[in-house]
DNA sequence: AATATCCGTATTTTT
DNA sequence: TACGGATATT
């Protein structure tokens, strides 16, 4: 095969035997078992760059990552390699986002037109909620499944590609009974869906794999790309598996990288099967295993590889440190969250002083609100920090309320936008929301001089609704009108016109929010048309604070705070990973079942093994139920399961109950406390 | 009588 | 923040 020499010895220089292999891997398909800091991202940049340089031109590469961040981490690394020119001509992003690009051009085939607008999560189950109301399930006296319920067995049952009958037996078994009512449900969500011309995140995959079924388009999609790259297989479902195989069918050379012990995302249907079957999936497929750990220290390792030794599922991999290094991992237990909050904070300056920078530390924890009193405590010693994952920027309220103006315009065939912007005017509920929309939606004309958009109906057309809203609802005209003709940026500029004041009365903490207002006019402002903008923010939003607030923030140093899922991928200096407290770590909500559990272990592996030099563990001891405040009602936790007597024979042990630690305890209610927290210790094992 | 609004309580992880 | 139930408003 040829390619240029000096390029390529550059590119592969720093790989060891196996990256090697791995990246300069010929045609057809390849599997990668990447553990844990093996120099994963690394080896797929290297890849990259290798088939770059052996002349597969850049925009014939597909590149499928978990979320658009890391896609741009690789080709840049990719750049550094080949050039940056090169670099940026590769396809990469999610699955979501690629098939989105693609659905924006070859829609059409599929019955699509350019303008769908697509519904993340919460639109999703509000529209199930919708349905839900309306098939008069809400009001059952026996207790009908929630529109988060009803929206996690949809997706489900898509992404599984498995009969609903089964999917409820397996996963929701104590909703068995309502399957009647779910049919329903779904069958009018589907529909709803295709007349409003909105997708979901399930339907850009279903499109997607449609797309690859009629007939011509399918070879013009599956031809003009030479490679295809998937990164965090073993975070991949049914339906991505089906998406590949159709793209691949023809042309074998796919590689996807992964790692069994990884996988935590089986809540999203992904499933690690994907990872064990491509063999079977794509015959002839070489393996590759990367097993030597750069990352972390031995002490850090010895502590994952031993939490992973003891998984009901075992992998046929430890992972070999390269790195020496003689300090243990420290399990600091403590009095309780309030104190685990100043202790957190103790450490992280500690490491600060001692040359380690804030934004070389991360906290880590499995429920966004675990950090609640952390971020207080932060803010109180002006110790500046980023959170990464939990609630999102866009999930607030008043984004919402924004965006779905701006859905309105682009595809005035959204009620779901239409019925939540309506719902803001005075003595606006449900009920008159519903009836302005029927008004708008109306008889499709045929015949009649009425226009058929609903948009266009309610700029010109008058509408019954409450005398209340009567005034707002001319104002709301006016804004529409205005905003049609107007570029995002200012679009979003006059429509805050009309809802600046109606969002201060609404919202109590007005002050504090319109700054999220502002930072969407000036992000608007950056896009070229109202639709990339909006597919942006629901394929690829935020995941962080910073990500809004632009290039101030960036130079400054901010300490890391992530929910462990949004943690994958990465790697910190020092790790302090918090709530190691069963019930929190495992995740009561995910104690089902053996299965769960062991994913729950994964996760606490993914943690642990972000660590390169400083890995620290809290467990607090006490846990405050409801008020903080006034009741001092409390019980006792436990350590986490995964931390077992031997695995905790590995880490450095502390406890901190000093009470200067712990302002809110006078001496006479701690020190029976305390003494209760040693001796519950004790029981602990 | 119908519907909007208010209030107290309980919250996993994310494309 | 979202739900259910109670209360307020038209």
Redesign the pocket.
Known sequence: MFYSEPVSRLVLADLNPAQHRASTYGEGPLLVIAGAGTGKTKTLAARVAYLIDRGVPPERILLLT??RRAAQEMLTRAGQLVGRGQASKVWGG????VANRLLRVHGHAVGLPPNFTVL???DA?DLM?LLRTELGL?ETSR?FP???TLA?IY?RTVNTNVKLSQVLEVAFPWCADDIEGMRGIFQGYVKRKREQAVLD??DLLLFWKALLHAPTISDLIAGSFDHVLVDEYQDTNALQADVLVAMRRSIGNITVVGDDAQA??S??AATVRNILAFPQQFPGAEIVKLEQNYRSIAPVLAVANAVMSEAHQQYDKELRSRRTGEQRPRLVTCLDETQQAQVVCDRVIQHLEQGIALNRQAVLF????HSDLLEVELTRRNIPFVK?????FI???HVKDMLAFLRILENPADDLAWFRVL?LL????????QTVLDQLRGQQGLGEDRPNSPLERFLVERVDA???AAEQLDELRHALRDARALGPGQRVERLRHFYDPIFERVYDNAGVRVRDLEQLEQLAGTYATTREFLTDLT???P?STSDLAGSPLLEEDYLILS????AKGCEWDVVHVIHAADGNIP?D??TGNAE?ID?ERR?FYVALTRAKDWLHVYFPLRYYH?RRGRSDAHSYAQLTRFISPRVKGLFDLEAVYDEQHSPESTASVSAPVTVDALLNELWAD
């Open positions: 978990f979320s999610t699955f979501h986002a993340d999560q919460s189950a909620n809400a207790r929630k529109k988060d996690a997706s995140y399930d935590i995302y809540f999203r499995r429920t966004g609100h990464y994952g939990g609630l999102k999930e607030a309220a719902q005075d003595g606006m509920g449900p009920r008159h929301a409450p005398p209340a394929l690829d939003p995941s929910t462990i899922h949004s995740s909500m995910a769960e994913e996760l409801r």
